[in-house]
């Protein structure tokens, strides 16, 4: 349900229809990223906040300039929030703009990967430490060499590896790498250097992280994610292309890429042998939410699986303040996940 339609929302009604319901109300919270650690929930959202920036096409007002963990006992239990985990005053590298991040832990530690703007204005990754999964943070002087663009997912596979999967269109800067250094012209452009609807769509990355978490180990690979016939798929084919909020989750031996359309609201999925792909697409996990993002995780929790997600029905369709919500998905005997409706209407 992109913003331009919200005027026609009964938002009690909404409400009342919901799969579920926020998981926090006292502040915005976005973007979740969750993980089960050490028999918790712990969600790692971005902080939406009303910082009075102008809507544009960058993604200006996303503002957000800290990070706060929310934990769980269960996944039916109450939502703490925690006290501050990292804000950008405290990141030497990072300017503004600290948008979705990611976590993991390894060896008794918990790494927190954040984007965030430098002072010339282009997105890398960052990382932060702590003994605590819920913080805070004390983060690396420098972002990690050779990141770029948004939202950072962090898969442990089942050898112990590590893979970072990031990358985001139009405010994400994702198109201004094109040709592997970032193109700073037409600056106030978000679609500037982007395929045209016939050429293979722009591509995430994928690089294997070092045994300390803190570096890339390999130079980023692109994903592909292919249509039915194993052809990449087009640019212009928005229902189905990779936009922005990659995550990666396992099941049944197999590897499943999920991500957001962006313009168009899906959560979509694709299927692999390989952390590194190819995918192929399989269909779609979440149908269009109130708010102009749609941004997910996929976490097991006891046996079961389910969707971190947000949506702006709590601010009445602001897009820019959006709350975390969580609801059990399926995967069906053949490998493919069942797609929610958000809403029953």
């Known amino acids: ?9 009964d938002f009690e009604k909404l409400t009342e229809t919901a799969i579920s319901q926020p998981l926090v109300k006292h502040i915005y919270t976005a973007d979740p990223s969750a993980h089960y650690f050490n028999g918790k929930i712990y969600i790692y959202p971005s902080h939406d906040i009303d910082a009075g920036e102008a809507f544009d096409d960058l993604g200006s007002h996303f503002a957000m300039e800290d990070y706060h963990v929310i934990s769980m006992d269960s996944i039916d239990s109450e939502a703490i929030v925690h006290g501050l985990a990292l804000h950008v005053n405290d990141v030497a590298w990072a300017k503004q703009q600290m948008w979705a991040p990611d976590a993991q832990e390894k060896d008794g530690k918990y790494y927190l990967f954040f984007p965030a703007k430098d002072y010339d204005d282009v997105f890398k990754i960052g990382v932060a430490i702590s003994d605590s999964p819920t913080g805070p943070f004390k983060a690396q002087p420098e972002a990690i060499k050779e990141s770029f663009s948004i939202d950072p997912a962090v898969f442990k596979d089942d050898d112990g590896s590590y893979y970072m999967y990031f990358g985001g269109l139009w405010g994400g800067q994702l ?35 070092t045994d300390d978490l803190l570096e890339f180990d390999e130079k980023p690979k692109e994903i592909e994610i292919l249509d039915e016939n194993g052809n990449l798929l087009l640019a212009g084919d928005n ?59 996929v976490c097991e929790v006891e046996g079961k699986w389910y969707l971190f997600y947000h949506d702006s029905s709590l601010s009445k369709g602001i897009t820019h303040l959006r709350s975390v919500k969580v609801a059990e998905i399926t995967h069906n005997k053949d490998g493919s996940i069942q797609a929610l409706n958000p809403y029953k209407i």
Not at 261 to 288: E, K
Request: with cysteine.
């Open 1 to 9: 349900m992109p913003e331009e339609s919200i005027e026609h929302i």
């Open 175 to 209: 198109q201004r790498w094109r040709n592997g250094t970032f193109n700073a012209e037409h600056p106030e452009s978000p679609t500037a250097f982007l395929p045209k609807d016939n050429e293979p769509a722009l591509l995430p990355y994928v690089a294997k992280m």
């Open 239 to 297: 229902d189905r292309r990779f936009f922005e909020a990659a995550w990666l989750h396992k099941y049944n031996g197999k590897y499943y890429f999920s991500y957001s359309t962006g313009d168009t609201h899906f959560i979509c999925y694709a299927v692999g042998d390989s952390p590194y792909g190819p995918f192929t697409y399989g269909g779609r996990i979440l149908n269009p939410v109130v708010g102009w993002t749609s941004h997910h995780s």
